[in-house]
């Protein structure tokens, strides 16, 4: 499955700390997801990321937490997804040598560290400065994607100075902060899923009115007048076209 989301209701992880739902957060980061075919999610919460984007044909959901991991496995307990309760760290060492460099995607949303914490104390598991060093030291490795979400700090800022970052200011409970990711690629040209594109939401609305424009006009014209022009962007702009899920390359091994 490779369209659509899981943007599903689900009332047991409403209102989960530090999750990526307000203030635009999830778009933002879903519009720096470049196409992938297996997906990493390893510090769950309420993935936010994962409901709101496309599917990727394997994905892998993690919390520490046993009392999140059951809620998974209610309501997406698909073949295709697989659901653990673990610290990412191990599952990090294990993936490193494994995963396809090209088709697979890592995101991750750690604990914040307690130097740029208001509260502390929400999670039944927290992280050390010294769990975030070895996190740190890991993902430093990896060949595939990974991207990293965290409130702007200095021990993140020294140990990924070579990956790129961008920062986003929203609205929490504790007013405005400053959310940065720290990706190890370049910005994206192309992306996994095009459904937020734009810089806010009156800028994604412009771009939606643009689509639907363009497709009733397509819809309008005689069906051999739409197929020329369909053959046309094709052979024109095969390059930049993406379909989730239907690029050539090998797939990766899948756990
Ligand atoms: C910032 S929250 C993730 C929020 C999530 N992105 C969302 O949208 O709701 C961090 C999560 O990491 C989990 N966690 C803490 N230590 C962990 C570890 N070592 N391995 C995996 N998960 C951990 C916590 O239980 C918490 O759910």
Redesign the pocket.
């Known amino acids: 499955m490779t369209t659509g989301n899981y943007n599903i209701e689900i009332p047991e ?1 409403n209102r ?6 307000g203030g635009g957060m999830y778009q933002n980061i879903i519009n720096l997801i470049p196409p992938h075919k297996a997906y990493f999610e ?8 994962f409901r709101n984007k496309k599917p990727a044909l394997y994905s892998h959901l ?4 046993s009392t ?1 991991t059951p809620v998974y496995l209610k309501h997406f307990n698909l073949p295709n997804i697989k659901i653990s309760n ?4 191990p599952i990090l060492q294990e993936l490193e040598s494994l995963l396809d460099p090209i088709d697979s995607f890592i995101y991750l ?4 560290i307690k130097a740029t914490r208001r509260s502390i104390g929400q ?5 050390s400065d010294d ?1 975030h060093r070895v996190l740190l030291d890991i993902i430093n490795h990896f060949r595939c994607n990974v991207m990293i979400s965290h409130y702007p700090n200095h021990l993140y800022d020294l140990a990924l100075a070579n990956w790129n970052t961008k920062s986003f200011k929203v609205m929490t409970r504790h007013g405005w902060q400053t959310e940065k990711v720290y990706f190890n690629y370049e910005v994206p040209t192309k992306l996994h899923d095009y459904s937020y594109l734009g810089n806010n939401f009156t800028d994604r609305q412009r771009i939606k009115r643009k689509a639907l424009r363009l497709k009733s006009k397509l819809s309008r014209l005689p069906e051999l007048e739409r197929a020329a022009l369909i053959d046309m962007i094709k052979n024109d702009f095969i390059d930049s076209i993406h379909i989730a899920g239907h690029s050539t390359s090998p797939l990766c091994t899948f756990l």
């Open positions: 992880l989960y700390f530090g999750a990526k739902f390893l510090f769950g919460g309420s993935l936010a990321v993690n919390d520490l937490s999140i673990l610290s990412a760290i949303d750690p604990p914040y999670y039944s598991h927290e992280m769990d």
